[in-house]
């Protein structure tokens, strides 16, 4: 095996074992929930209606930032990300 091939394979080895520690750091925290105040905090419900919409009572998150709805938002706001920079790129070569 060359001395490519090696780094290669080492790269391949290092990316499995961070996908490995990202699927266990999921598993550990999607348990943990924020408790917000709605009334102290307007900004947050607001936020949380626009992404998620309106809760309902019984809804287990209401009142509440739970790890998977911050991983969505950081999905949504790594998405816009992209879409503002393609807009941007787009006109630079237009």
């Known amino acids: 095996m060359n001395d490519f091939e090696l780094k290669k394979e080492e790269s391949r080895k290092a990316i499995s074992d961070l996908r490995d520690i990202k699927s266990s750091l999921i598993g550990d925290l999607e348990d943990i929930k924020v408790r917000y105040n709605e009334d102290d905090n307007p900004q947050i419900v607001r936020s949380i209606k626009q992404i998620f919409g309106e ?3 019984n809804d287990l998150r209401k009142g509440y930032i739970t790890f998977d709805m911050y991983i969505e938002s950081l999905r949504i706001i ?3 990300g992209k ?3 393609g807009s ?3 006109k630079g070569f237009s």
């Open 55 to 57: 809760m309902k009572e």
């Open 88 to 90: 941007i790129l787009d």
């Open 83 to 85: 879409a503002k920079a």
């Open 78 to 80: 790594k998405a816009a």
